[in-house]
């Protein structure tokens, strides 16, 4: 297992369980890349103003406080909820989108941290053994 990525709204309780899992693959030695916000805010699709039903920024600080890297916020939506639940996800179906943008950045920061702590013997071929 290369790692862990800890999701969580931004409110305090969802919060609460965010650490008991970060704690859980620390005593378990599963490195824990960072923490994403889910539900970070809701941009109204007609007019764009930004609401933050769930709080906002609670999983940033909370990274913050933890020593752990934030790795991006990701938007409530219905159309991130429409397009996975009808088995064509934002990042296919709409990929210039800024919700798909949101996600392709967070994965991106997951794979850079994955990458370098494998190294460079990682990212070579493995080794075939015939016996």
């Not at 970060?22 to 889910?38: C, S, W, Y």
């Not at 064509?88 to 994965?107: G, L, Y």
Request: negative net charge; hydrophobic residues 45%; proline residues 6%.
């Amino acid at each position: 297992l290369s790692g862990a990525v800890i999701v969580s709204t931004p409110q305090d309780i969802a919060l609460l369980d965010a650490r008991k899992g970060l704690n859980m693959f620390r005593k378990v030695d599963v490195p824990v890349l960072g923490i994403v916000e889910n539900m970070s805010y809701f941009a109204c699709p007609n007019c764009g103003h930004v609401s933050h039903i769930f709080s906002h920024g609670g999983a940033r600080l909370e990274a913050e406080k933890l020593g752990m890297e934030f790795l991006g916020e990701v938007p409530l939506d219905i159309e991130i909820r429409e397009t996975s639940d009808g088995g064509r996800p934002i990042v296919v179906s709409n990929p210039e989108s800024p919700h798909a943008k949101a996600f392709t950045a967070i994965a991106q920061r997951v794979w850079d941290k994955v990458s370098a702590a494998a190294g460079d013997e990682a990212r070579q071929a493995p080794k075939i053994v015939m016996q």
